[in-house]
């Protein structure tokens, strides 16, 4: 099992940036890919960003491209998401995963305010 903790999110002006993290502990050798998916109020979850183990592979979606980043630190266990020129339209609850072969652990979630 994984267990992942979130920390990172708030309040914050357009235009401006937050940094989430997801520290991850337990058998975290065995993750092959992180990343976020979001969920606005009244509105489907959809994916942000991911990155596999190596962090040599990422992908965002459209939407926040140019951005966002998505990075990880292995010695730490630490995937890390950096959010810049925030828009109104990404508050949210960004919740982290982790995935493995065979199952996907879901942290619970930090909300992220983008005042206009």
């Known amino acids: 099992q994984v267990q992942l903790v979130e920390s990172g999110g708030g309040l914050v002006q357009a235009g401006g940036s937050l940094r989430l993290s997801c520290a991850t502990s337990?058998?975290?050798?065995?993750?092959?890919?992180m990343g976020w998916y979001r969920q606005a109020p009244g509105k489907q979850r959809e994916s942000v960003a991911g990155?596999?183990?190596?962090?040599?592979?990422?992908n965002y979606a459209d939407s926040v491209k140019g951005r966002f980043t998505i990075s990880r630190d292995n010695a730490k266990n630490t995937a890390y998401l950096q959010m810049n020129s925030l828009k109104p339209e990404d508050t949210a609850v960004y919740s982290c995963?982790?995935?493995?072969?065979?199952?996907?652990?879901w942290g619970e979630g930090t909300l992220v305010t983008v005042s206009s």
């Open positions: 995963y982790a995935a493995l072969r065979g199952a996907t652990y």
């Open positions: 337990g058998s975290t050798a065995s993750i092959v890919a």
């Open positions: 990155i596999t183990s190596s962090g040599i592979i990422t």
